[in-house]
């Protein structure tokens, strides 16, 4: 009997669900402002992510391939080191753009061709930078405007909560505190997509500064290297020693 009884009464007890479900289908139908908004949210922190982890992978390989370069520096020729770069990398697109460089300055005199040279380097230089800096004007977009975009989906949210419960005639806390705060989900997630993403521009940003020093110093070495037919090569580290051949076996009589 007494289960019973309990039982009727938690069957009789209002279910009030509250939750990011309920402001975007409120009672099975369709929000469309709420639910544009939240698939614009979604959109942008996807997008965010994919872009971290791209430009990541991106400016990693760039930084590997730099610790080759001591290899290329040992060449006979700098003909002869750029086959020892990986093709389609940003240290061969620079080696390769500065011999090209060379050949046309040959039409030149000594100033105009040295110019024609430094302007070829800076070209390329700024070019793989520009790719280096491709999607994070994406994620200084997302961190800017992605508090506000949940803000709105709050703003519309509260005004339809308001509108209800004007038309139930009640103001208790439990028609209010319900409504506004699903709304207040909306600017939630406006933070949680926007904190990501800047996050993600200013550690991206780093370290394509820390690149770009890298690709100066390789370019202006590459420079002096032309200019001077090859006489001119940045220090290098010594190389490794060979390691001494194991000594032979006595041969036992």
Not at 14 to 38: C, D, M, R, S
Request: glycine share 10%; hydrophobic share 50%.
């Amino acid at each position: 009997m007494l289960i019973e009884t309990l039982a009727a009464a938690a069957s009789a007890a209002p279910q009030n669900k509250f939750g990011i479900a309920e402001v975007l289908f409120p009672g099975g139908k369709p929000a469309w402002i709420p639910l544009t908004t939240f698939t614009i949210l979604v959109i942008m922190s996807v997008g965010s992510f994919f872009i971290l982890f791209t430009k990541w992978a991106e400016q990693a390989k760039i930084i590997k391939q730099y610790a080759t370069l001591a290899g290329f520096w040992r060449a006979p020729s700098m003909r002869d080191g750029a086959t020892k770069l990986e093709k389609n990398s940003a240290w061969r697109q620079i080696v390769d753009d500065g011999l090209s460089a060379e050949e046309a300055s040959t039409k030149m005199d000594e100033s105009e061709g040295h110019d024609w040279m430094h302007g070829s380097l800076a070209r390329s230089e700024n070019s793989i930078n520009s790719k280096l800096a491709g999607g994070l004007p994406f994620l200084a977009t997302v961190g800017a405007t992605a508090p506000f975009i949940g803000l709105f989906g709050t703003v519309v949210g509260i005004y339809g909560a308001l509108i209800n419960i004007g038309i139930a005639g009640s103001a208790s806390i439990d028609k209010v505190a319900g409504p506004v705060g699903e709304a207040l989900i909306m600017t939630a997630l406006g933070l949680l997509v926007a904190v990501p993403a800047v996050l993600a521009y200013n550690y991206l940003q780093a370290r394509n500064k820390r690149i770009a020093e890298l690709l100066t110093g390789f370019s202006t070495d590459v420079l002096a290297n032309l200019a001077s037919k090859g006489a001119v090569k940045p220090a290098l580290p010594a190389a490794p020693a060979a390691k001494p051949a194991p000594a032979a076996a006595p041969i036992k009589k």
